[in-house]
């Protein structure tokens, strides 16, 4: 079973970067799919990027598509979010989350969650 530690988030201006990363600690993370969810006041977690086991297959919702990039290191047991271009409506709370067998952009696909992280983007 995975442990997932969130950090990176923070306070930037429009147009700045930041880069997320997902530590995780308790199991064999190169067996594990990752993704990245967000959570705005008031909405729904959405479905921001998500990545195969072997980082082979990326895919990315539309409303970040070229701004953001997922990646991962299995050697270090990180998966990371780079966030270019960032823009007001980026704010959020940004999720890490895993799955041995199941990969997609369905928060109910995964079995295993970090705390979060805030982004806010300020205008």
């Known amino acids: 079973q995975v442990q997932l530690v969130e950090s990176g988030g923070g306070l930037v201006q429009a147009g700045g970067s930041l880069r997320l990363s997902c530590a995780a600690s308790?199991?064999?993370?190169?067996?594990?799919?990752g993704g990245w969810f967000r959570q705005a006041p008031g909405k729904e977690r959405e479905f921001v990027a998500h990545?195969?086991?072997?980082?082979?297959?990326?895919y990315y919702a539309d409303s970040v598509k070229g701004r953001f990039t997922i990646s991962r290191a299995n050697t270090k047991n990180t998966l990371y979010l780079q966030m270019n271009s960032l823009k007001p409506e980026d704010t959020a709370v940004y999720y890490c989350?895993?799955?041995?067998?199941?990969?997609?952009?369905?928060?109910?696909?995964?079995?295993?969650w970090g705390q979060g992280t805030q982004v806010t983007v300020s205008s």
């Open positions: 989350a895993a799955d041995r067998l199941r990969v997609g952009a369905e928060p109910s696909l995964y079995n295993y």
């Open positions: 308790g199991g064999t993370f190169s067996r594990y799919a």
């Open positions: 990545i195969t086991w072997n980082g082979g297959s990326t």
